[in-house]
Protein backbone atom coordinates (compact mmCIF):
# COMPACT_ATOMS: atom_id res chain seq x y z
CA UNK A 1 0.00 0.00 0.00
CA UNK A 2 1.45 3.58 -0.39
CA UNK A 3 2.04 5.66 2.36
CA UNK A 4 -1.61 7.45 2.63
CA UNK A 5 -3.57 4.22 2.34
CA UNK A 6 -1.71 2.80 4.63
CA UNK A 7 -2.34 5.37 7.48
CA UNK A 8 -5.91 4.77 7.36
CA UNK A 9 -5.93 0.75 6.57
CA UNK A 10 -3.13 -0.05 8.26
CA UNK A 11 -2.31 -1.99 12.14
CA UNK A 12 -5.74 -3.52 11.71
CA UNK A 13 -8.58 -4.37 9.65
CA UNK A 14 -12.59 -5.05 10.67
CA UNK A 15 -13.02 -6.48 14.27
CA UNK A 16 -13.10 -10.41 13.38
CA UNK A 17 -15.48 -10.91 16.23
CA UNK A 18 -17.80 -7.94 14.94
CA UNK A 19 -16.73 -6.51 12.46
CA UNK A 20 -16.22 -3.27 13.31
CA UNK A 21 -14.63 -0.69 11.47
CA UNK A 22 -12.45 0.85 14.47
CA UNK A 23 -10.80 -1.54 16.98
CA UNK A 24 -12.11 -1.81 19.77
CA UNK A 25 -10.41 0.01 23.48
CA UNK A 26 -10.24 -3.35 25.07
CA UNK A 27 -10.73 -2.38 28.72
CA UNK A 28 -9.37 -5.46 30.80
CA UNK A 29 -6.54 -5.23 33.04
CA UNK A 30 -5.86 -9.03 32.70
CA UNK A 31 -7.23 -12.24 30.58
CA UNK A 32 -8.22 -15.65 30.70
CA UNK A 33 -5.97 -18.33 30.58
CA UNK A 34 -6.83 -22.07 28.79
CA UNK A 35 -4.92 -23.42 31.62
CA UNK A 36 -1.62 -22.45 33.53
CA UNK A 37 0.65 -20.60 30.87
CA UNK A 38 -1.68 -21.50 28.19
CA UNK A 39 -3.62 -18.20 26.46
CA UNK A 40 -5.05 -16.58 23.69
CA UNK A 41 -1.65 -13.77 22.95
CA UNK A 42 -2.79 -11.72 26.04
CA UNK A 43 -2.43 -12.22 30.05
CA UNK A 44 -1.99 -9.12 31.46
CA UNK A 45 -2.53 -5.54 30.11
CA UNK A 46 1.03 -3.81 31.22
CA UNK A 47 2.95 -6.67 28.59
CA UNK A 48 0.27 -6.18 25.95
CA UNK A 49 -3.00 -4.84 25.17
CA UNK A 50 -5.27 -5.81 21.95
CA UNK A 51 -5.65 -2.06 21.43
CA UNK A 52 -2.37 -1.35 22.27
CA UNK A 53 -0.98 -3.87 19.37
CA UNK A 54 -3.21 -2.73 17.21
CA UNK A 55 -1.54 0.88 17.29
CA UNK A 56 1.81 -0.48 17.64
CA UNK A 57 1.59 -2.60 14.42
CA UNK A 58 0.84 0.61 12.56
CA UNK A 59 3.47 2.61 13.76
CA UNK A 60 5.87 -0.17 12.55
CA UNK A 61 3.90 -0.41 9.46
CA UNK A 62 4.12 3.62 8.75
CA UNK A 63 7.86 3.78 9.71
CA UNK A 64 8.79 0.38 7.85
CA UNK A 65 10.16 -0.89 11.16
CA UNK A 66 9.40 -4.78 12.19
CA UNK A 67 8.18 -3.71 15.47
CA UNK A 68 6.52 -1.20 17.31
CA UNK A 69 6.19 -0.14 21.29
CA UNK A 70 4.03 2.26 22.71
CA UNK A 71 4.66 4.11 25.78
CA UNK A 72 2.58 6.93 28.51
CA UNK A 73 5.02 9.59 26.82
CA UNK A 74 7.82 10.53 24.70
CA UNK A 75 9.83 10.80 27.63
CA UNK A 76 9.21 6.97 28.96
CA UNK A 77 10.06 6.11 25.17
CA UNK A 78 13.40 7.79 24.75
CA UNK A 79 14.33 6.32 29.02
CA UNK A 80 13.29 2.84 27.79
CA UNK A 81 15.59 3.62 24.90
CA UNK A 82 18.26 4.72 26.87
CA UNK A 83 17.63 1.24 29.44
CA UNK A 84 19.33 -0.63 26.59
CA UNK A 85 22.39 0.58 28.05
CA UNK A 86 24.66 -1.13 30.65
CA UNK A 87 26.77 1.35 33.30
CA UNK A 88 30.13 2.23 31.43
CA UNK A 89 28.65 2.88 27.91
CA UNK A 90 28.57 5.84 26.62
CA UNK A 91 26.19 7.69 24.18
CA UNK A 92 26.48 10.49 22.03
CA UNK A 93 23.65 12.87 21.87
CA UNK A 94 22.67 16.04 19.48
CA UNK A 95 23.92 19.28 21.01
CA UNK A 96 20.62 20.69 19.54
CA UNK A 97 17.65 17.98 21.51
CA UNK A 98 14.42 19.15 23.32
CA UNK A 99 15.26 19.82 26.80
CA UNK A 100 13.67 16.58 27.91
CA UNK A 101 15.88 14.46 26.51
CA UNK A 102 18.93 16.79 27.77
CA UNK A 103 17.63 16.09 31.35
CA UNK A 104 17.17 12.37 31.32
CA UNK A 105 20.59 11.91 30.24
CA UNK A 106 21.99 15.07 32.33
CA UNK A 107 20.19 14.16 35.81
CA UNK A 108 19.06 9.93 35.61
CA UNK A 109 21.18 8.30 32.91
CA UNK A 110 24.56 9.67 33.79
CA UNK A 111 23.47 8.77 37.92
CA UNK A 112 23.52 5.06 36.74
CA UNK A 113 27.05 5.50 35.42
CA UNK A 114 25.92 6.02 31.63
CA UNK A 115 28.38 8.84 29.97
CA UNK A 116 27.40 11.15 27.55
CA UNK A 117 29.08 13.49 24.67
CA UNK A 118 27.01 16.36 22.99
CA UNK A 119 28.12 16.60 19.41
CA UNK A 120 27.09 19.10 16.54
CA UNK A 121 24.94 15.76 14.39
CA UNK A 122 24.76 17.88 11.86
CA UNK A 123 28.51 17.54 10.71
CA UNK A 124 28.94 13.64 10.74
CA UNK A 125 32.87 14.05 11.17
CA UNK A 126 32.19 15.94 14.60
CA UNK A 127 30.12 12.95 15.58
CA UNK A 128 32.76 10.44 14.68
CA UNK A 129 35.05 12.61 16.68
CA UNK A 130 32.60 11.81 19.66
CA UNK A 131 32.70 8.13 19.51
CA UNK A 132 34.63 6.27 21.94
CA UNK A 133 35.56 2.45 22.32
CA UNK A 134 32.78 1.93 24.39
CA UNK A 135 29.50 4.42 22.73
CA UNK A 136 27.04 2.10 22.30
CA UNK A 137 24.05 4.52 20.90
CA UNK A 138 23.90 7.38 19.29
CA UNK A 139 20.64 10.20 19.82
CA UNK A 140 19.76 12.51 16.53
CA UNK A 141 16.61 14.33 15.83
CA UNK A 142 16.52 16.20 11.85
CA UNK A 143 15.64 18.54 12.00
CA UNK A 144 16.56 19.20 15.92
CA UNK A 145 14.51 21.02 18.45
CA UNK A 146 14.29 24.50 18.47
CA UNK A 147 16.81 25.43 15.95
CA UNK A 148 16.09 23.05 13.09
CA UNK A 149 19.46 21.55 12.29
CA UNK A 150 19.51 18.83 9.66
CA UNK A 151 21.47 15.64 10.27
CA UNK A 152 22.66 13.36 7.34
CA UNK A 153 21.24 10.44 8.66
CA UNK A 154 22.40 8.52 6.25
CA UNK A 155 26.12 9.37 6.84
CA UNK A 156 25.18 8.87 10.77
CA UNK A 157 23.83 5.78 10.79
CA UNK A 158 27.79 5.13 8.68
CA UNK A 159 29.57 6.31 11.29
CA UNK A 160 27.71 4.79 14.19
CA UNK A 161 27.68 1.57 12.59
CA UNK A 162 31.28 1.63 12.18
CA UNK A 163 31.82 2.07 15.73
CA UNK A 164 29.28 -0.75 16.71
CA UNK A 165 26.71 1.66 18.05
CA UNK A 166 22.82 1.90 17.13
CA UNK A 167 21.61 4.80 15.52
CA UNK A 168 18.77 6.26 17.61
CA UNK A 169 16.02 9.55 15.26
CA UNK A 170 13.62 11.24 17.06
CA UNK A 171 11.57 11.69 14.31
CA UNK A 172 9.13 13.34 16.06
CA UNK A 173 8.97 16.68 14.18
CA UNK A 174 8.97 14.82 11.07
CA UNK A 175 6.82 12.11 11.02
CA UNK A 176 7.07 8.76 9.06
CA UNK A 177 4.42 10.97 6.48
CA UNK A 178 7.58 12.79 5.58
CA UNK A 179 10.72 11.08 6.66
CA UNK A 180 11.59 7.23 7.19
CA UNK A 181 14.55 6.95 9.55
CA UNK A 182 14.98 3.21 9.24
CA UNK A 183 15.23 3.36 5.65
CA UNK A 184 17.94 5.62 5.75
CA UNK A 185 20.15 3.19 8.09
CA UNK A 186 18.57 4.04 11.68
CA UNK A 187 18.52 1.41 14.18
CA UNK A 188 15.38 2.83 16.60
CA UNK A 189 12.63 5.53 15.71
CA UNK A 190 11.46 7.40 18.51
CA UNK A 191 8.26 9.86 18.63
CA UNK A 192 6.84 11.68 21.07
CA UNK A 193 3.12 10.89 19.27
CA UNK A 194 1.83 13.62 21.64
CA UNK A 195 2.52 15.80 19.03
CA UNK A 196 2.23 15.45 15.14
CA UNK A 197 1.01 11.73 15.06
CA UNK A 198 -2.27 12.50 17.65
CA UNK A 199 -2.44 15.81 16.13
CA UNK A 200 -5.24 17.09 18.21
CA UNK A 201 -3.03 18.32 21.71
CA UNK A 202 -5.42 15.60 23.70
CA UNK A 203 -2.86 12.49 23.90
CA UNK A 204 0.09 12.02 25.91
CA UNK A 205 1.92 8.73 24.13
CA UNK A 206 5.53 7.70 23.07
CA UNK A 207 6.23 5.06 20.30
CA UNK A 208 9.67 3.06 19.19
CA UNK A 209 10.12 1.29 15.90
CA UNK A 210 12.77 -0.60 15.43
CA UNK A 211 14.22 -2.74 12.24
CA UNK A 212 15.42 -5.36 13.94
CA UNK A 213 12.97 -8.63 15.33
CA UNK A 214 15.64 -9.01 18.70
CA UNK A 215 16.29 -5.63 19.43
CA UNK A 216 12.43 -5.22 19.09
CA UNK A 217 12.55 -8.19 21.94
CA UNK A 218 14.45 -6.69 24.01
CA UNK A 219 12.37 -3.56 23.73
CA UNK A 220 9.19 -5.11 24.95
CA UNK A 221 11.40 -6.85 27.79
CA UNK A 222 11.84 -3.54 29.42
CA UNK A 223 8.36 -2.06 27.97
CA UNK A 224 6.68 -4.62 30.55
CA UNK A 225 9.45 -4.61 32.94
CA UNK A 226 9.67 -0.93 33.72
CA UNK A 227 6.19 -0.45 32.62
CA UNK A 228 5.52 2.68 30.89
CA UNK A 229 2.94 1.75 28.86
CA UNK A 230 0.03 3.49 26.63
CA UNK A 231 -3.17 2.58 28.42
CA UNK A 232 -6.07 1.41 25.88
CA UNK A 233 -8.35 4.68 25.46
CA UNK A 234 -4.62 6.94 24.70
CA UNK A 235 -3.96 4.07 22.13
CA UNK A 236 -7.60 4.06 20.57
CA UNK A 237 -7.05 8.25 20.43
CA UNK A 238 -4.04 7.91 18.65
CA UNK A 239 -5.22 5.61 15.90
CA UNK A 240 -7.96 7.75 15.01
CA UNK A 241 -5.18 10.97 14.80
CA UNK A 242 -2.74 8.93 12.87
CA UNK A 243 -5.86 8.60 10.39
CA UNK A 244 -5.36 12.43 9.36
CA UNK A 245 -2.05 12.47 9.59
CA UNK A 246 -0.90 12.72 6.08
CA UNK A 247 -3.85 16.14 5.27
CA UNK A 248 -2.45 17.08 8.11
CA UNK A 249 0.82 17.14 7.58
CA UNK A 250 0.43 18.51 3.98
CA UNK A 251 -1.76 21.98 5.31
CA UNK A 252 0.92 22.21 8.38
CA UNK A 253 3.51 22.48 5.46
CA UNK A 254 1.83 24.88 3.41
CA UNK A 255 1.17 27.53 6.07
CA UNK A 256 5.20 26.74 7.51
CA UNK A 257 6.43 27.87 4.08
CA UNK A 258 4.13 30.58 3.58
CA UNK A 259 4.85 32.05 7.29
CA UNK A 260 8.82 31.39 7.03
CA UNK A 261 8.63 33.33 4.02
CA UNK A 262 6.69 36.50 5.09
CA UNK A 263 9.00 36.40 8.18
CA UNK A 264 12.61 36.70 6.01
CA UNK A 265 10.81 40.00 4.85
CA UNK A 266 9.81 41.70 8.39
CA UNK A 267 12.67 44.24 9.56
CA UNK A 268 12.69 43.23 12.77
CA UNK A 269 13.23 39.43 12.39
CA UNK A 270 17.14 38.59 12.36
CA UNK A 271 17.10 35.02 11.20
CA UNK A 272 14.46 32.25 10.23
CA UNK A 273 15.49 28.91 10.78
CA UNK A 274 12.84 26.43 8.25
CA UNK A 275 14.38 23.69 6.31
CA UNK A 276 12.03 24.48 3.49
CA UNK A 277 14.07 27.87 2.74
CA UNK A 278 16.94 27.41 0.02
CA UNK A 279 19.13 29.04 2.34
CA UNK A 280 18.81 26.81 5.18
CA UNK A 281 22.09 25.17 5.64
CA UNK A 282 20.45 21.80 5.69
CA UNK A 283 18.17 22.04 2.59
CA UNK A 284 19.99 20.20 0.19
CA UNK A 285 20.57 16.95 2.67
CA UNK A 286 16.99 17.12 4.03
CA UNK A 287 15.61 16.54 0.35
CA UNK A 288 17.28 13.57 -0.51
CA UNK A 289 16.25 11.95 2.67
CA UNK A 290 12.73 13.78 3.44
CA UNK A 291 9.55 14.13 1.50
CA UNK A 292 8.33 17.48 2.75
CA UNK A 293 9.68 19.89 5.41
CA UNK A 294 7.30 19.91 8.45
CA UNK A 295 4.95 22.42 10.05
CA UNK A 296 8.01 23.48 13.22
CA UNK A 297 10.06 26.66 12.71
CA UNK A 298 11.92 29.14 14.73
CA UNK A 299 13.05 32.50 14.60
CA UNK A 300 15.26 35.58 15.94
CA UNK A 301 13.83 38.56 16.39
CA UNK A 302 16.02 41.92 16.86
CA UNK A 303 15.60 42.00 21.01
CA UNK A 304 14.43 39.71 23.54
CA UNK A 305 12.44 42.38 25.17
CA UNK A 306 10.00 41.81 21.30
CA UNK A 307 10.39 38.25 21.31
CA UNK A 308 8.57 38.13 24.86
CA UNK A 309 6.40 40.79 23.81
CA UNK A 310 5.39 38.97 20.54
CA UNK A 311 4.42 35.40 22.12
CA UNK A 312 2.15 37.40 24.64
CA UNK A 313 0.36 39.72 22.15
CA UNK A 314 -0.95 36.82 20.13
CA UNK A 315 -4.54 36.18 19.62
CA UNK A 316 -4.22 33.03 17.37
CA UNK A 317 -1.24 31.45 18.82
CA UNK A 318 -1.55 30.16 21.73
CA UNK A 319 1.56 30.59 24.59
CA UNK A 320 2.38 26.75 24.88
CA UNK A 321 4.87 24.04 25.33
CA UNK A 322 4.37 20.92 22.70
CA UNK A 323 3.68 21.62 19.01
CA UNK A 324 1.69 19.41 16.17
CA UNK A 325 -1.52 20.10 17.05
CA UNK A 326 -4.21 21.74 14.52
CA UNK A 327 -4.11 24.89 16.08
CA UNK A 328 -0.78 26.90 16.35
CA UNK A 329 1.50 27.23 19.40
CA UNK A 330 4.10 29.95 19.59
CA UNK A 331 6.88 29.56 22.66
CA UNK A 332 10.24 31.13 23.76
CA UNK A 333 12.51 27.84 23.86
CA UNK A 334 15.36 29.58 26.35
CA UNK A 335 12.31 29.95 29.29
CA UNK A 336 9.95 27.08 28.23
CA UNK A 337 11.29 24.08 26.32
CA UNK A 338 14.82 24.26 27.27
CA UNK A 339 14.77 25.73 29.98
CA UNK A 340 16.59 22.72 31.67
CA UNK A 341 19.61 23.51 29.97
CA UNK A 342 21.67 25.48 31.70
CA UNK A 343 21.88 29.42 30.31
CA UNK A 344 26.02 29.18 28.93
CA UNK A 345 24.61 25.95 27.44
CA UNK A 346 22.04 27.63 25.75
CA UNK A 347 24.22 30.62 24.64
CA UNK A 348 26.70 28.20 23.26
CA UNK A 349 24.25 26.44 21.12
CA UNK A 350 22.01 29.70 20.00
CA UNK A 351 18.98 29.60 21.89
CA UNK A 352 19.06 32.87 22.90
CA UNK A 353 16.16 34.97 24.87
CA UNK A 354 15.06 36.25 20.89
CA UNK A 355 14.39 32.89 19.95
CA UNK A 356 10.97 32.08 19.08
CA UNK A 357 9.51 28.82 18.29
CA UNK A 358 6.76 28.12 16.23
CA UNK A 359 4.39 25.44 15.65
CA UNK A 360 2.55 26.46 12.68
CA UNK A 361 -1.23 25.08 12.99
CA UNK A 362 -3.65 24.44 9.66
CA UNK A 363 -5.82 27.66 10.12
CA UNK A 364 -6.00 29.90 7.43
CA UNK A 365 -2.52 31.02 6.36
CA UNK A 366 -3.21 34.62 5.99
CA UNK A 367 -4.67 35.13 9.82
CA UNK A 368 -1.39 33.54 11.44
CA UNK A 369 0.45 36.63 9.38
CA UNK A 370 -1.92 39.04 10.87
CA UNK A 371 -1.45 37.74 13.98
CA UNK A 372 2.07 37.81 13.88
CA UNK A 373 2.13 41.33 12.27
CA UNK A 374 -0.21 42.74 15.02
CA UNK A 375 1.47 40.98 18.53
CA UNK A 376 5.34 42.22 17.07
Not at 89 to 111: A, L, M, N, S
Not at 178 to 191: M, N, Y
Not at 238 to 264: D, F, P, S, V, Y
Not at 281 to 287: E, M, N, Q
Request: aromatic share 6%; net charge negative; proline share 5%.
Amino acid sequence: MRLKTLIVHGGHGPDPATGAVNVPIYLSSTYAQERPGVHRGYEYSRTGNPTRTALENLAAELEGGVRGLAFASGMAAMATVLSLLDAGDHVVVGDDVYGGTYRVVERVFKRLGIEATYADTADPEDVARSLRPETRMVIVESPTNPLLKVADLRALADVAHRSGAWLVVDNTFMTPYWQQPLTLGADIVVHSATKYLSGHSDVVAGLVVVKDAELGERLHYLQNAVGGVLGPHDSWLLIRGIRTLGLRMEAHERNAMALAQWLKEQPWVRRVYYPGLPDHPGHAVHRRQARGFGGMLSFETDTPERAERLVSRTRLFTLAESLGGVESLISLPAKMTHASIPPERRAQLGITDSLVRVSVGIEDVEDLIEDLAQAC
